[in-house]
């Protein structure tokens, strides 16, 4: 029965072992793969009348997302008993989005398990803007910058932060 019990152990450790293998390789052909086509960006603004992204999110989330979400909070190096709580709850992630002033402020409030917050970005052009300082669903400060693409992306980016193997 001994026998018996440590093949079944090795037998369900191969397998795990092999998952995470199908795991990093499918994340390393994301990483190298070619960018998907998306249309030239024709200018960076502050504003945009063609989208409105007010309404409520959820997040879609399925077997393959919620892999490669662990392999990405394994990356951070998140130790196996917080990234299995983070993969089971991360679907109960839902936004709320206000959208004003033609995109140039864009509020968003975030739910999950662990809590909500609040944040605003502060959209500009391309020759910049003021500075806009937010918080993190963790508290953390960061700078955080938002402008829109073509009229109809929003692009957002957070630096500064540490936790979790942040940074620029």
């Not at 990405?72 to 983070?86: E, H, N, W």
């Not at 739910?111 to 500075?131: H, I, K, Q």
Request: charge should be negative.
């Amino acid at each position: 029965a001994a026998a018996e019990a440590a093949a079944v152990a090795e037998a369900a450790a191969a397998s795990e072992a092999a998952e995470l293998a199908a795991v990093t390789e499918a994340a390393e052909k994301i990483t190298e793969a070619e960018p998907v086509a998306v249309p030239p960006v024709t200018g960076r603004s502050a504003t945009t009348t063609s989208t409105d992204l007010s309404g409520e999110w959820a997040l879609v989330v399925d077997d393959a997302f919620r892999k490669l979400y662990d392999k990405y909070l394994q990356d951070l190096g998140q130790p196996s008993f917080v990234r299995s709580i983070a993969v089971s709850v991360v679907g109960l992630t839902g936004e709320t989005v206000e959208q004003r002033d033609d995109g140039l402020n864009l509020t968003i409030r975030g739910t999950n398990p662990r809590g909500r917050w609040t944040r605003t970005l502060v959209a500009s052009d391309a020759s910049g803007g003021e500075e806009v300082y937010i918080d993190t669903a963790d508290g953390e400060r960061v700078s955080a910058e938002a402008w829109w693409e073509d009229g109809n992306r929003h692009v957002s980016w957070m630096r500064g932060g540490k936790k979790y193997g942040g940074g620029d």
